[in-house]
C-alpha cells in the first residue's frame, strides 16, 4: 500500500486535496493508497474540516497525529512506522498581516519545518523503504515573486524572486531548501506556486470569508487602499487537481506555476459579493493599506498546461457563488473561528 504523509491537511487547502484524493481514487473503486495526517492544530486547522474526509477513507486508510513538523523525531517515526511513500506539505504558517505583526513562527514553521521534513524524508529513503515512485511536494505561493505593475507580463517558473513581506520570504527559504535537496542529494521534489485560492473551509481572516461574514452580520467590510490591487483568484478544487496533475505527471526536480488567469481587483471582488447578497456598495470602509502590499500578482500557467494536460475549470463568477452559498449554508463551521481570526 502507498502511503502519503500530508501536512497541515487540517486547514483550507490541505483538507480540499483529501477530497480530491478521495475523488480520485475511492471513487474508481480501487484505492490502494493510505494517508498519514500531520497537523499541530493551530488557529488556522481544526478536525472539522477532516471528519468527512477520514469517514469516506476509513480506518484502513487514514491515519490522524496531532503534532509539529519541527518535532524531527515525531516526522521520522511516522515515516518509518507506516512506509512512508511521498510526501505533501502543506503545513505552513500563511496570512500576511499576521507575518508584519511577528515573523519567527513563520521562520519556525516555513524554513525550519520544511528542512525537517526534508532531511527525515531523505533519512527514510536512504534506509531502503520500498516505495513506489516517491515524491516530495512543496506547496508554496505566487507571493514569492513579488509583485507586478500594471502592464508587466506574469510570472513565470523564471520570475526573479523577490518577496516583500516576511510569509513570502520564508517561503523563498523553504522553496530554496527544497531545490537544494534535490540538487545536493538527489531527493525527487516538486515545487508548486499557486495564486490567491477561494472556496469553503477557508479560515476568516482571509479576504472572501471575512467579507461573506462581514455581509453576514451587515457590517462595514474594509479594503485595504483603494481597492485597486490585483489578484488572480483560483478556486481551491482547480488547485487542488492541479496539485494532484503534479504529483502524477510532473517532472521531479520542477517547479510548477498554478493559476485561473482570471485577475480581479479587491475592490472587483467585494461588490461581485455585495452584489450576490443584494447588499449596498455603502457597506465598503476603505482603510490605511497594509505594509508592503503587494500592487498585483498574475500567473503564467503555460508549464504545468503543457506538462501534466490540466486547465482550470471554474469561472470566477460561478465560483464566487457556489463559495458565498456554502457559507451562508454552513456557519456553525466559520462563526466560532472569527474571533481568532481577529488579529
Known amino acids: 500500500m502507498r502511503t502519503w504523509l500530508v501536512t497541515g491537511a487540517a486547514g483550507f487547502i490541505g483538507s480540499n486535496f483529501l477530497w480530491r484524493v478521495i475523488q480520485r481514487n475511492v471513487a474508481e473503486g480501487d484505492f490502494d493508497a493510505k494517508v498519514v495526517l500531520l497537523d499541530s492544530l493551530t488557529y488556522a486547522g481544526h478536525e ?10 476509513g480506518k484502513g486508510h487514514f491515519v490522524f497525529c496531532k503534532g509539529d513538523i519541527c518535532d524531527a523525531g515525531l516526522v521520522a517515526n511516522l515515516m518509518q512506522t507506516h512506509n512512508v511513500s511521498s510526501v505533501v506539505n502543506f503545513a505552513a504558517e ?52 513579488g509583485s507586478l505593475d500594471s502592464f508587466d507580463p506574469p510570472f513565470t517558473e523564471t520570475t526573479l524572486l523577490h518577496p516583500n513581506s516576511p510569509y513570502s520570504a520564508s517561503k523563498v527559504g523553504a522553496d530554496m531548501l527544497v531545490s537544494a535537496f534535490h540538487e545536493t542529494h538527489g531527493l525527487p521534489t516538486l515545487i508548486t506556486r499557486c495564486s490567491n485560492n477561494y472556496g469553503p473551509y477557508q479560515m476568516p481572516e482571509k479576504l472572501i470569508p471575512l467579507i461573506i ?35 502524477e505527471r510532473g517532472r521531479v526536480g520542477e517547479v510548477y506555476n498554478i493559476g485561473a488567469e482570471q485577475e480581479s481587483t479587491n475592490l472587483e471582488i467585494v ?17 490605511e493599506d497594509r505594509k508592503g502590499h503587494d500592487f498585483r500578482y498574475a500567473i503564467d500557467n503555460t508549464k504545468i498546461r503543457q506538462d501534466t494536460g490540466w486547465r482550470p475549470r471554474t469561472a ?28
Open 48 to 57: 472539522s474540516t477532516f471528519e468527512e474526509q477520514a469517514k469516506v477513507l
Open 94 to 145: 500563511s496570512h500576511v498581516d499576521r507575518s508584519i505583526l511577528g515573523a519567527a513562527p513563520f521562520v519556525q514553521t516555513n524554513v525550519v519545518g520544511t528542512s525537517v521534513l526534508l532531511g527525515c524524508f531523505l533519512e527514510h529513503l536512504d534506509k531502503g523503504v520500498d516505495a513506489e515512485d516517491p515524491r516530495f511536494l512543496q506547496i508554496s505561493t505566487d507571493e514569492v515573486y
Open 213 to 247: 461574514a462581514k455581509i453576514h452580520a451587515d457590517e462595514q467590510i474594509p479594503v485595504y487602499g483603494d481597492g485597486m490591487n490585483v489578484r488572480d483568484w483560483i478556486h481551491v478544487a482547480d488547485h487542488t487537481e492541479a496539485l494532484m496533475r503534479v504529483m
Open 271 to 287: 461588490r461581485a459579493l455585495l452584489q450576490l447578497a443584494d447588499k449596498p456598495d455603502s457597506l465598503i470602509e476603505f482603510v
Open 316 to 343: 470566477i463568477m460561478a465560483g464566487l457563488e457556489e463559495t458565498y452559498m456554502w457559507y451562508v449554508n454552513n456557519p456553525m463551521w466559520w462563526r466560532p473561528l472569527l474571533k481568532q481570526a481577529a488579529l
